[in-house]
């Protein structure tokens, strides 16, 4: 399991959140599924929450469940979409626009935390990495193999 990249990539993504989570404070704590979903709408309002599942690779439930959370802390309203009345179109309330500035703010710090504290080669070859890896998902190049019955994964 250590050798396994899926696992690597989750305990360090967890490690690192957990490491912001304590940076930014116990202060309206976000799931990192509200937080994606707060971020999306931060940079692109109004959006659909389609548009933030393209984005962020949510799925379409833990998107609702974030939008649910996050309308109820009202840092969002939806609004159905006029051309297409089966999409809500989601915009963040000053409330939330406020929350992401603080949060964009953290999020800068933290960086700026991290890079000072890890070796700029590690930081520079992990990011190139995960932009290769980002390039190879989002063109469709990166995707699961299919495993045929009497076959074993190579």
């Not at 490690?15 to 912001?20: I, Y």
């Not at 930014?24 to 994606?36: A, T």
């Not at 609004?79 to 000053?94: A, N």
Request: glycine share 6%; net charge neutral.
């Amino acid at each position: 399991m250590e050798a396994f990249m899926p696992f690597r990539l989750l305990r360090v993504a967890e490690s690192v959140d957990h490491g912001f989570t304590q940076f930014c404070g116990p202060e309206d704590e976000l799931s990192w599924s509200e937080w994606q979903v707060l971020w999306s709408l931060g940079e692109h309002t109004p959006t659909t929450a389609k548009a933030i599942s393209s984005h962020s690779g949510l799925s379409k439930t833990k998107i609702s469940r974030a939008v649910k959370v996050l309308e109820d802390k009202g840092y969002l309203i939806r609004k159905k979409d006029r051309s297409d009345r089966r999409f809500e179109l989601l915009s963040l309330t000053h409330k939330g626009q406020h929350r992401f500035e603080r949060l964009a703010d953290e999020a800068g710090a933290f960086q700026r935390w991290l890079e000072r504290s890890v070796n700029i080669a590690y930081l520079s070859s992990l990011d190139s990495g995960l932009v290769g890896l980002e390039d190879l998902i989002s063109t469709g190049h990166l995707r699961a193999p299919q495993r045929q019955a009497e076959e074993p994964l190579a």
